[in-house]
C-alpha cells in the first residue's frame, strides 16, 4: 500500500507492478484526480480518499510505504498505526529523518523502547517535476536508498524493506537519522535553496532591469533545473531539517565571501585555485557516476 501518490508513489507503485511484486497496489490521497490519474497510468490498482476505509484496508497489508511531503508523515502514520497488523512493515521516502524517526517508531511498536516494525528510508531519486504524471517505473534503477534503523528496528523487518529496495533496482546503504539530517543538508537540501534563491535573485534584479531570464543560457537552465520541484515539499523540507540547513548555509556563505574577498583583492590566483579546487572535485563525482554505471 501507497500513501501519497505523487512522483516517488506513483513510481514506486509503477516499479512494484512491472515487477510483480504485489497482488494488488491499493493508494491513498487526497486528491482524487490524482488517484485517477495514477489508476490510468497503472501506479496503483484502487484507492482511497477516505483514510478510515483505508485504514481497514491496510490491516491486511504487508507493507505500507509513507510517500507523503515529510510535513504530513506523522499525522499519516499515527492516523494509520493503529489499523494494522503486527506483522505489516512500514517504511517512508521523506527527505528527512533525525527526531521523526523515532517518533514514528513509537507508532509501529508495542510502546516506547519497544521493538519497531517502521525502518526510516529515502531514496535519492526524483525529478524536478512532481505528480504522478512524472512517474516511471525506472526511477530507483541504480539509485541509492537510505535506510535509518535504530537499535529497536526489527531485523526481519530491515530486511524485507532492503530486500524491497533491491527488487526495485535501487542500491541501499543504512545510516544514522541524524548523521542523514547532517549529510543530506549539505549535498541535497543546500543545493535546492541554492537554486530557489538564484532564480529569486535574477527576479528581484528583473525587476528593475526588463526581462533578464530570457537571456539566460543553458548553464542558468541545468544549475537551476532544481527550482522547478514542488514548492511544499521544499517548504517541509526546510522546517524539518532547520538546525542543519542553517549550518550549511553559513558555511556556503563563508564560501562566497571568501570568492567576493578575492575578486576584491584583484586576486588572479587565489580565485584559479578556488575554481580548481571545484573543478577537481566535479570531475571525480563524475569519474564516480560512470564507474558504476
Known sequence: MIVGVGLIGGSIGMAVREKRLADVIIGL????????????????????????????????????????????????????????????????????KGPLVHRLEDLFSGGPSKPTRFVGGHPIAGRETSGVKAATADLFSDALCILTPTDRTAPDALGAVRRFWGLIGART???????????????????????????????????????LLSYS??????????????????????LFNRENLLAVIEAYEQALDRLKRLMVEGNAEGLRREFERAREARKKLMKQGRDRA
Open 29 to 96: 490521497d487526497p486528491r482524487e484526480e490524482e488517484l485517477k490519474r495514477a489508476v490510468a497510468l497503472k501506479a496503483i490498482d484502487r484507492y482511497e480518499t477516505d483514510f478510515r476505509k483505508f485504514s481497514r484496508a491496510a490491516g491486511d497489508a504487508d507493507l505500507v510505504i509513507l510517500a507523503t511531503p515529510v510535513g504530513r508523515l506523522e499525522t499519516v502514520a499515527r492516523d494509520l498505526s493503529a489499523a494494522l497488523s503486527k506483522k505489516t512493515v512500514v517504511t517512508d521516502a521523506g527527505s528527512v
Open 173 to 211: 546503504a543504512s545510516m544514522d537519522p541524524d548523521a542523514h539530517d547532517r549529510i543530506l543538508a549539505v549535498v541535497s537540501h543546500l543545493p535546492h535553496l541554492v537554486a530557489y534563491a538564484l532564480v529569486n535573485t535574477v527576479l528581484d534584479i528583473q525587476s528593475k532591469n526588463g526581462d
Open 217 to 238: 543560457g543553458g548553464g542558468f537552465k541545468d544549475f537551476t533545473r532544481v527550482a522547478a520541484s514542488s514548492p511544499e515539499m521544499w517548504r517541509d523540507i526546510c
